[in-house]
C-alpha cells in the first residue's frame, strides 16, 4: 500500500516566499525612481562609487602582494571585491547587474512595465559609470592609485577589451551575473546580516577569481582609464565589451536567475489574480 500523497503544485512552489521579496523589492524600486528620481540616481551612483572604491583596494593588495604564488594574489584579491557587493547590497544602493534579476522577475509577474524596467535600467546604469567617475576623479588629487597599480589597471582592461573576443565576453558576463544573483537570491532567504554578507560573497568571489566580466565593474576600469592611462584605452573595443558584457549579464542574471525562479514559483498571474 502506498501512502496518499496530498501535495498540491503550491507546494512546490519551494521558494515562494523569497520571490515575494523580489517581486515587492521591483515595485518598490518603480515607485522610488517615479516618485523620486533624484534619490534613486544617487543610490545608483552610490553603487557604482562603492563597486570602484573597492576595485582599488583590489588593485592595491595584487600589486602589494606582488612575488607570491599568483593564484593566492587572485584568491585574496576576489575576496576583497567580495565586499563590494555586500556593501551595495546591504545599503540598498541600486546596482544595474542585481536588477536585472528582480525587474526580470517583476515583468513575469506583470508587477513592473516592461517600458518602465527599460528606463530603470537606462537610469541605474549611467547612475553606476557617474559614481565611478567620481571615484576616480576625487583618486587624482591624491597619490593612492601607485604606478604599479595603474599598469595593473592597464593589463586587465586589456585583457577585457583589445584582448577579448565577443563570444568570450558574452559567456563569461552570462557566468559572472548568474553566480551574483544566485548568491543574492540565497541571500535573501536570511535575516541575519552576517549570513546574507556570506552567500552574497560567495558568488562574487567566484566571479572575480575566475575573470568573468561584469559590465559595471567593466565599465568603472574604462573610467579609471580616462584618468590615469587614456591613450592606452581603445574606443571600439570598449564598447564591445559593454555591449556584450551587458547581454551577457542580462542573460546571467535576468533569465538564468530571475525569469527561472520565477517561473519555478508560480502562476504569471498569481499577483494579480491575489488582488481580485
Not at 23 to 47: D, G, I, N
Not at 98 to 119: D, E, H, L, Q, R
Request: proline fraction near 1%; charge should be positive.
Amino acid at each position: 500500500m502506498v501512502m496518499q500523497n496530498h501535495k498540491t503544485v503550491e507546494d512546490t512552489y519551494a521558494s515562494r516566499e523569497t520571490m515575494n521579496s523580489v517581486v515587492s523589492s521591483s515595485q518598490m524600486k518603480s515607485v522610488m525612481l517615479s516618485k523620486t528620481p533624484v534619490r534613486y540616481f544617487l543610490k545608483a551612483m552610490m553603487s557604482g562609487f562603492l563597486l570602484s572604491i573597492v576595485a582599488v583596494f583590489m588593485l592595491a593588495i595584487k600589486t602589494q602582494h606582488n612575488g607570491i604564488n599568483e593564484g593566492t594574489i587572485n584568491l585574496l584579491g576576489a575576496i576583497a571585491f567580495s565586499l563590494a557587493l555586500v556593501l551595495i547590497v546591504l545599503t540598498h544602493s541600486e546596482l544595474l547587474t542585481s536588477n536585472f534579476m528582480y525587474m526580470t522577475a517583476g515583468a513575469y509577474y506583470k508587477s513592473v512595465p516592461i517600458g518602465k524596467i527599460v528606463w530603470l535600467f537606462t537610469v541605474c546604469f549611467i547612475g553606476n559609470i557617474v559614481g565611478g567617475f567620481v571615484l576616480f576623479g576625487l583618486l587624482k588629487f591624491t597619490s593612492v592609485m601607485t604606478p604599479e597599480m595603474v599598469t595593473a589597471l592597464t593589463k586587465i582592461v586589456d585583457k577585457k577589451t583589445t584582448l577579448g573576443t565577443w563570444d568570450g565576453i558574452l559567456v563569461k558576463a552570462i557566468f559572472a551575473n548568474f553566480f551574483i544573483n544566485i548568491g543574492i537570491y540565497v541571500s535573501i532567504q536570511f535575516k541575519e546580516g552576517l549570513s546574507k554578507a556570506f552567500f552574497i560573497a560567495c558568488g562574487v568571489v567566484v566571479f572575480v577569481f575566475m575573470g568573468y566580466e561584469h559590465v559595471v565593474y567593466n565599465a568603472n576600469l574604462f573610467s579609471g582609464m580616462m584618468f590615469y592611462n587614456l591613450d592606452a584605452l581603445s574606443w571600439i573595443d570598449v564598447l564591445k565589451n559593454i555591449v556584450w558584457a551587458f547581454v551577457g549579464n542580462y542573460i546571467g542574471g535576468g533569465i538564468f536567475v530571475g525569469l527561472l525562479y520565477a517561473f519555478f514559483n508560480g502562476k504569471r498571474n498569481h499577483y494579480i489574480d491575489e488582488q481580485k
